[in-house]
């Protein structure tokens, strides 16, 4: 019987550091190369709703991403059950991605909705051995007016379901306050004993086992967040710009695109070598953090031979090789007394980042790796004090689960590649690509900041990921 545990609340014997000079509040948050290489993306489902027609799909909420996205896939899926996806510009998507040209269709105008997990229960069927779910679509932010990247089968079969910055223009169901996103990186907790708990061999098998993962709410603008006294540390406030254009909403024969959140004021250093006022983008779309080769360089890193290799693949389908290094650390300005002043900085200890050239005017990208050791975030592009990110920090221990607890979910994804990806989890060597190194030949998602150029500004994370599909009549 194995003992229940959070497999992603305690993941590593982690630190955080709290320093109050007399005019500065500097915060210290050390990472771990060995379970911090990856982060989690933030899961949710989303709908589209054309006419009388709704279809809802999982996807990913994606800060890194300037637009709305449908996949081939789930597309096919709608047009099976009777719900074909109208087109306005057929082949008018198109844009670079880091492994080639990735071309798509031009939706209609329709209604875009978006929600966490929290607005799917998932149940197992022991008969049928298939995972059944309801939802209630009751709450989220929607956005109207808007025109999809659609995938195709020919120009983009990569392309995933994509839950952009567009969402932000939009309101909250129900009401017309602006949508901010609050994520609790714990906040999705899936007891896979209960969740088994009428199949007579799986139910005692994963009986004590506890999955965590990121779950996303939109509420109002201007929330601020509070910490839990013994939980986490006081919330700080990262302020950062928005990049790029909007075309909102009156897109033309384009797909819509909003500006992505930026932070101009980052510093790297690396042993000797220090670079401060970088640009990063802020991407809950990307796994992994990424630096320029130019910046790459002035920290004199070796790219020839680097401590980590990865493949990345593009929305293109076609892997491309990245090195990866653990820097000295990672800074960003934090304003902790929520007035509108840098007070501080937080800073990241030896965080790993991978080596890949981004669109031109962007030095890097601030991935969810750095925010494994996270409790809450509140992306807010309405702050009154500016468009900001606040997030607060576990102060427990992380430590790694057991070998018997990964080899179990190893196995339940290779058997449900679906659900495992729906968990985080990967197949092959290494199924928990945040809990160790990554090895050669690997494959991973492609950061969101890298995929697809819409209009000249933001971008368009891409994944190699299948999800079921839920379709309302």
Same mark, same amino acid.
């Given at each position: 019987m194995?003992?229940?545990?959070?497999l992603?609340?305690?993941?590593?014997?982690?630190?955080?550091?709290?320093?109050?000079?007399?005019?500065?509040?500097?915060?210290?948050?050390?990472?771990?190369?060995?379970?911090?290489?990856?982060g989690?993306?933030?899961?949710?489902?989303?709908?589209?709703?054309?006419?009388?027609?709704?279809?809802?799909?999982?996807?990913?909420y994606?800060?890194?991403?300037?637009?709305?996205?449908?996949?081939?896939?789930d597309?096919?899926?709608?047009?099976?059950?009777?719900?074909?996806?109208?087109?306005?510009v057929?082949g008018?998507?198109?844009?670079?991605?880091?492994?080639?040209?990735?071309?798509?269709?031009?939706?209609?105008?329709?209604?875009?909705?978006?929600d966490g997990?929290h607005?799917?229960?998932?149940?197992?069927?022991?008969?049928?051995?298939?995972m059944e779910?309801?939802?209630d679509?009751?709450?989220?932010?929607?956005?109207? %007016?808007?025109?999809?990247?659609? !995938? $195709?089968? +020919? #120009?983009?079969p *990569?392309? =995933?379901?994509?839950? %952009?910055?567009?969402?932000?223009? !939009? $309101?909250? +169901? #129900?009401?017309? *306050?602006? =949508?901010?996103?609050?994520?609790?990186?714990?906040g999705?907790?899936?007891?896979? #004993?209960?969740?088994?708990?009428d199949?007579?061999?799986?139910?005692?098998?994963?009986?004590?086992?506890?999955?965590?993962?990121?779950?996303?709410?939109?509420?109002?603008?201007?929330?601020?967040?509070?910490?839990?006294?013994?939980?986490?540390?006081?919330?700080?406030?990262i302020?950062?710009?928005?990049?790029g254009?909007?075309?909102?909403?009156?897109?033309?024969?384009?797909?819509?695109?909003?500006?992505?959140?930026?932070?101009?004021?980052?510093?790297?250093?690396?042993?000797?070598?220090?670079?401060?006022?970088?640009?990063?983008?802020?991407?809950?779309?990307?796994?992994?953090?990424?630096?320029?080769?130019t910046?790459?360089?002035?920290?004199?890193?070796d790219?020839g031979?680097?401590?980590?290799?990865?493949?990345?693949?593009?929305?293109?389908?076609?892997?491309v090789?990245v090195?990866?290094?653990?820097?000295?650390?990672?800074s960003?300005?934090?304003?902790?007394?929520?007035?509108?002043?840098?007070?501080?900085?937080?800073?990241?200890?030896n965080?790993?980042?991978?080596?890949?050239?981004?669109?031109?005017g962007?030095?890097?990208?601030?991935?969810?790796?750095?925010?494994?050791?996270?409790?809450?975030?509140?992306?807010?592009?309405?702050?009154p004090l500016?468009?900001?990110?606040?997030?607060?920090?576990?102060t427990?221990?992380?430590?790694?689960?057991?070998?018997?607890?990964t080899?179990?979910?190893?196995?339940?994804?290779?058997?449900?590649?679906?659900?495992?990806?729906?968990l985080?989890?990967?197949?092959?060597p290494l199924s928990?690509?945040?809990?160790?190194?990554q090895?050669?030949?690997?494959?991973?998602p492609?950061?969101?900041?890298l995929?697809?150029?819409?209009l000249?500004?933001?971008?368009?994370?891409?994944?190699?990921?299948?999800?079921?599909?839920?379709?309302?009549?």
């Amino acid at each position: 019987m194995l003992k229940r545990r959070s497999l992603v609340a305690v993941l590593a014997l982690g630190t955080v550091a709290l320093a109050w000079p007399s005019l500065a509040a500097d915060i210290e948050i050390e990472l771990y190369p060995e379970l911090d290489l990856f982060g989690n993306q933030i899961e949710v489902v989303q709908g589209y709703q054309w006419g009388s027609e709704m279809a809802l799909a999982f996807g990913i909420y994606d800060t890194g991403a300037s637009v709305l996205t449908l996949s081939a896939t789930d597309r096919a899926a709608f047009e099976l059950q009777g719900a074909t996806v109208p087109i306005k510009v057929p082949g008018g998507a198109q844009a670079d991605a880091v492994d080639g040209v990735v071309v798509g269709d031009v939706s209609v105008p329709m209604t875009f909705w978006a929600d966490g997990l929290h607005a799917v229960t998932m149940n197992w069927s022991a008969v049928s051995g298939d995972m059944e779910f309801s939802y209630d679509v009751s709450a989220g932010a929607t956005v109207p %007016g808007v025109q999809v990247f659609v !995938g $195709t089968d +020919t #120009g983009s079969p *990569q392309l =995933p379901n994509i839950a %952009g910055t567009p969402i932000h223009l !939009g $309101t909250l +169901t #129900g009401n017309t *306050q602006s =949508p901010a996103a609050k994520i609790d990186m714990l906040g999705y907790a899936l007891d896979l #004993g209960d969740f088994f708990a009428d199949d007579p061999f799986l139910g005692p098998l994963y009986d004590g086992i506890v999955v965590y993962m990121p779950d996303v709410s939109f509420v109002a603008a201007g929330l601020q967040l509070a910490g839990t006294p013994g939980v986490t540390t006081d919330p700080v406030r990262i302020p950062l710009s928005l990049w790029g254009p909007t075309n909102h909403p009156n897109p033309g024969d384009d797909v819509t695109v909003a500006p992505n959140p930026v932070q101009a004021m980052v510093t790297l250093q690396e042993q000797l070598a220090t670079i401060t006022d970088a640009t990063f983008l802020f991407d809950t779309g990307a796994a992994v953090s990424v630096i320029s080769t130019t910046l790459a360089q002035q920290l004199g890193l070796d790219l020839g031979a680097p401590e980590t290799t990865i493949d990345i693949v593009g929305a293109a389908g076609a892997p491309v090789s990245v090195p990866g290094f653990t820097l000295d650390s990672l800074s960003v300005p934090i304003d902790s007394d929520f007035d509108g002043v840098i007070d501080g900085v937080l800073r990241f200890l030896n965080p790993s980042v991978f080596v890949l050239d981004l669109v031109e005017g962007l030095d890097g990208i601030l991935g969810m790796n750095l925010w494994n050791p996270a409790k809450d975030m509140l992306y807010d592009p309405f702050d009154p004090l500016g468009p900001s990110l606040q997030v607060s920090f576990l102060t427990a221990a992380r430590e790694l689960p057991s070998e018997e607890e990964t080899e179990l979910l190893q196995g339940l994804a290779e058997a449900d590649p679906m659900f495992g990806q729906l968990l985080g989890i990967r197949t092959g060597p290494l199924s928990f690509p945040r809990f160790q190194m990554q090895s050669a030949g690997d494959v991973v998602p492609e950061p969101g900041s890298l995929a697809l150029l819409i209009l000249g500004g933001g971008a368009l994370v891409t994944a190699v990921r299948r999800r079921r599909r839920l379709v309302v009549d």
